[in-house]
């Protein structure tokens, strides 16, 4: 078995579950270096070959009888919840270092701390909600 990246031999990743006679067929994705890259890394976090991994993960998917681009669809569109909640609490964040200055100029909170507060609140019921819905997509 040959080692990628920087992986040590105490580390080298296992290979699925051995059939016998062996697999026949093989198929052979072309991958960017990107793509590779991510393949590697979560076949390294799989404790997998990446080829057993990709092996794995592409018969689950032809299994469970979702096309890949419904797949991948539904992945954008979780990401981009994911991205405009991330966004949302970041601002609060620089709400709160905006609050925070002022508190310690003046001694008071500025009256708009508490609208921060209810879109921290509500960014984070988005993350939940969004959450939940992985979850339900996963099982």
């Given amino acids: 078995m040959s080692t990628e990246g920087n992986v040590s031999p105490s580390d080298?990743?296992?290979?699925?579950?051995?059939?016998?006679?062996?697999?026949?067929?093989?198929?052979?994705?072309?991958?960017?270096?990107?793509?590779?890259?991510?393949?590697?890394?979560?076949?390294?976090?799989?404790?997998?070959?990446?080829?057993?991994?990709t092996a794995r993960v592409v018969v689950g998917a032809a299994r469970a009888g979702k096309p890949a681009t419904g797949l991948t669809g539904d992945l954008r569109e979780l990401q981009r919840e994911l991205f405009a909640a991330r966004r949302a609490?970041?601002?609060?964040?620089s709400n709160v270092n905006q609050a925070a200055a002022?508190?310690?100029s003046t001694g008071q909170l500025p009256g708009w701390a508490v609208e921060a507060v209810q879109l921290c609140a509500y960014a984070v019921a988005r993350l939940d909600q969004v959450t939940a819905l992985i979850d339900r997509r996963l099982r």
């Fill in 12 to 53: 080298q990743a296992r290979h699925r579950e051995h059939l016998s006679p062996g697999r026949p067929h093989r198929i052979y994705p072309r991958l960017s270096d990107e793509e590779k890259a991510l393949v590697v890394e979560a076949a390294r976090r799989a404790g997998l070959t990446p080829a057993g991994y």
């Fill in 89 to 93: 609490v970041n601002m609060f964040g």
């Fill in 102 to 104: 002022a508190a310690n």
